[in-house]
């Protein structure tokens, strides 16, 4: 059973900073790898897709990474601002079609 | 923790024909649901924000009529794909806000894979 872990479950900084969200995942079998943004009371704002046979993908100032032999991906914030404050969720799906499995998220506190 | 069933998991049908999908939410009542699509090897994308006894929020670019969604209960919310056509084939899924948890997390049924012929 995949099981999908997102490391740290919570994170303030200050604006500037770059920061690392880190998730990690058990069955490296994976179909792709997506990161999400969920504001509070909203649904889920897609930021982010890997495909299994890509290592990393780029939007902006995000960048995810990702090492299937290790279960791993990470998600790169450059230059944090306080409207990047948000749960940051990763999923993992084995198949097209198949359901996704979440991490728990980490909730991120960008402080002006 | 929360459970968050969806069903159908697979349905195929003839063009022209009409699906329900069902989300519900088991152990908790939810005045909000998510519905959201997710084409092959593309990013899973928001489509609508259900409330419970309120019209639907639909995001930019789907069809409303196209796309009915029904939140008559705390516990229940359809989606019906009308008059569905090859192109509606995807991968459906719902998630219902948990409003006393932490963070008001998402709890997301197992997703429905709609083939239309």
Redesign the interface.
């Known amino acids: 059973k995949q099981e999908v872990t997102q490391i740290p479950a919570a994170l303030s900084v200050p604006e500037g900073e770059n920061l690392v969200l880190n998730c990690s995942f058990t069955d490296s079998a994976i179909y ?1 790898l ?1 990161w ?1 943004r ?1 504001d ?7 930021l ?2 890997i ?1 299994s046979s890509q290592r990393e993908q780029t939007s902006g100032r995000l960048n995810a990474s990702l090492d299937k032999s290790s279960g791993r991906s990470t998600l790169y914030i450059a230059a944090s601002q306080p409207g990047d404050s948000a ?1 940051y969720l990763c ?1 993992v799906q084995v198949d ?5 499995t ?1 991490g728990g ?1 980490t ?1 991120l506190m960008v402080k002006p | 923790g929360a459970v968050v069933s969806q069903h159908p998991s ?1 349905v195929i049908c003839k063009s022209g024909t009409s699906v329900k999908i069902e989300c519900r939410s088991l152990d908790f009542q939810a005045t ?1 649901m ?1 519905w ?1 699509r997710q084409f ?7 489509m609508a ?1 259900s409330n419970e006894g309120s019209k639907a929020t639909y995001e930019q670019g789907v069809e409303k009529d196209k796309f009915l969604i029904n939140h008559a209960s705390l516990t229940l919310s359809t989606l019906t794909v009308t008059s569905a056509h090859p192109e509606d084939s995807s ?1 459906y ?1 719902c ?1 219902a ?1 948990y409003p006393g948890h932490i ?4 709890f ?4 429905t ?1 709609l083939s239309v012929l």
Not at chain 1, 96 to 100: P, R, S
Not at chain 2, 108 to 111: A, K, R, T, V
């Open positions: 792709n997506q999400f969920q509070p009371g909203k649904g889920l704002t897609s982010l897709l495909q749960t999923a097209a079609g198949n359901m996704l979440f998220g909730r | 697979r909000t998510f959201y092959p090897k593309q990013s899973l994308m928001l924000t991968f899924i998630s806000l963070n008001e997390k998402l997301f049924g197992s997703g894979q």
